[in-house]
């Protein structure tokens, strides 16, 4: 019969090693950190900050001009844009990973990324 | 070192390795056909690197972009713009579109009508002009639609018959077609129909309220949220879908404007000529495809769950309705089948309305 082996003395100091390795690898992997607002034109990356900062504002340059972006403590909006019918402006503030701000004349998009824990939501229609 | 414990690291590390190996989605966000577009791929191994994939669906949305415009005046869509009794030629695209339009009109007993344009510009909605017509006016388009003013129980005349070589009848003199309610759907499908012939199975594709989850996402199954239609950032259920389907929303928060604290959305009933006032603010369906979806929204919307739950039934979809309650707040009422899915966080309603 088979004996079974018990754990060396070592043995959960390792494990314990280990698991930290393990939890540092995860968190420093690409899209593991905190989370942030992306801003896309024509479907490429091109601003981003982390929504841990405080609140600022800065400007991106949209196919009809200057989208002013209040981005920090948490959240993102839209605060001026030159599109006609101001609908990304009147959808206020986001927060929740994936959610997004469309500025559709303007060809931009401003999204939530960040930590892609396994319960997060894939979309909201 | 002892080899028990040699072991023991082994293991742990080539568990650390394989944790860390798994593969990033790809994801995509860009702007096309009125409204905001996602593409998330999973996996890896495509016939094509996956940057050249999403690249090539975000072209395809730029063609159906050209292909169903109703405000560009090179659009195919136009020659449905002749006169009454005249035959016109449209390709199988736009012809299929139709077809489905016309399908979901009759099958929702005309809560749901393409021909309306004309109306939607006259109220504004969406635009930066948004106003209360006159009822002349309204009345004025409802004769001129439908030759006369439709009571409750009454057929609304189809504006168009779609022929089986996919030439197009045209029933009303000049009548602009507006597919914005089907042809959102019928990209997000055809996107999706790409990214499994690149070879990307596992994948995501949202247009505007359109959602299509296709394949087996490596990290478990899809969660897609159902959003408060009173609070936009938040959501008030979860659906989980294992392989696949397509999930659409239809809300009055999406296209809407607010006139001595009315709100005027963007969902009309085909027979007022208002904005449908049934009492729902969302509804979300489950559905095949995402045309199948995008279509029954709206009628489903307008119907309320009182008179659209039998075709729900009969369709084999699972939808759920949420209006406001002055007790809750809001609260939601649903088809069989539906809680086996979703993790609600809604007050249910004692009754349909």
Redesign the interface.
Known sequence: MKAI?T??P??PF??LA??A??AW??NA???GDGDRAVV?L??KPVAWWNLSDPTRRDTVRGDLGDLVVEHGGGQVRIVESPC????CVR??????LN??I???PS???V?IEGS?R???????? | M?S??AN??FS??A??LA??CEH??VT????SM???F?A?LHGTGGKVPAEEA?DRV?RETDRLDKLFSDYDPASPIHVLRGRKGDTVTVGPEIARVLRKALATMHGSGDAFDPGMHDLKQLWGI???RGHVPSTDSVKMFLVRRYGFLPGPGDTLPEPFAVLPDDRVVLRTDSLPIDLGGIAKGYAVDRLSNLLDSLGWPAH?V?G????V?HGR?P??P??????NPRR????VG?IELREGGA???SGDYE?YFDSAGVRYHHIFDPRTGHPARSGTISV?VLCPTSMDCDAITKPFFVLGPARSRRLADSLGLQALWIREDPRTGMCGRATLGWNSRLDSRLAVCETDW
Do not use: M
């Open positions: 082996r754990l060396g070592f043995d390792l494990i280990v698991g390795l393990a690898a995860w992997a690409p899209g896309y024509h479907g006609p019918h101001q609908l959808a206020g503030a986001v927060r929740a959610s997004q469309a500025c559709v060809s931009v998009v999204v892609s396994k319960d997060a939501l894939d979309a909201v229609p | 002892r028990g414990s023991t690291v742990l590390l568990l650390l944790s860390g990033k989605p995509r966000f860009w702007t009125d409204c905001n996602t998330t999403l975000q969406g635009t930066d995501l949202q505007g309220g359109e959602i989850v996402k990290s478990g899809w969660h897609v949220g159902v959003k936009l950032d938040t959501v979860v999930v659409s929303t296209r979300t």
